[in-house]
């Protein structure tokens, strides 16, 4: 293979449609938004509009609630934690921190930190800080002789 003789797959570049460019073009004189009336004026916004018929929007029933005040962690075992450390993808003698499991690959970036759970056995001694903690996640890191550094304020809450 040369460099003159190199090409775009088939279909992955398409030429830009230029729309209003007579009537040779597919798309000329009235630019494919038909004649006169609210359609053919710019700043058109009646996409919801079924024609006086009560859109479907309103139509079907309001489910569900939204917590405004909803708090978005991204959560590991320590059970996945101990298998990282073993597998050398982490640094079990350092801290372990939510950026430390983006940087090996294992999370996704959270609004709101790392939160740890109890899924799986914990035998290696780790020093763990995050946002928040279950209660069996906690017992677990502290029977292995781990620390687990949690934010001071209300830690019942987390």
Do not use: C
């Not at 209003?20 to 509009?49: E, L, W």
């Not at 978005?72 to 101990?82: K, P």
């Not at 939510?98 to 290696?124: I, N, P, T």
């Amino acid at each position: 293979m040369k460099l003159h003789e190199l090409r775009d797959n088939e279909g992955a570049v398409t030429r830009k449609f230029r729309v209003g460019r007579g009537p040779g073009s597919g798309k000329g004189k009235t630019s494919g938004v038909g004649i006169k009336g609210q359609g053919s004026r710019r700043g058109v916004a009646i996409k919801g509009f079924e024609g006086g018929q009560m859109p479907l929007h309103r139509r079907l029933p309001k489910r569900g609630f939204k917590n405004i005040f909803s708090k978005q962690h991204a959560i590991i075992n320590i059970g996945d934690l101990e298998a990282l450390v073993e597998a050398g993808r982490i640094d079990g003698s350092a801290e372990i921190t939510h950026e430390v499991l983006v940087a090996a690959g294992v999370s996704r970036a959270a609004k709101d930190g790392l939160r740890v759970l109890g899924g799986g056995e914990l035998k290696l001694k780790l020093t763990i800080r995050a946002a928040g903690a279950s209660a069996s996640a906690r017992e677990a890191v502290a029977k292995a002789g781990g620390t687990l550094h949690l934010p001071e304020a209300a830690p019942e809450a987390v």
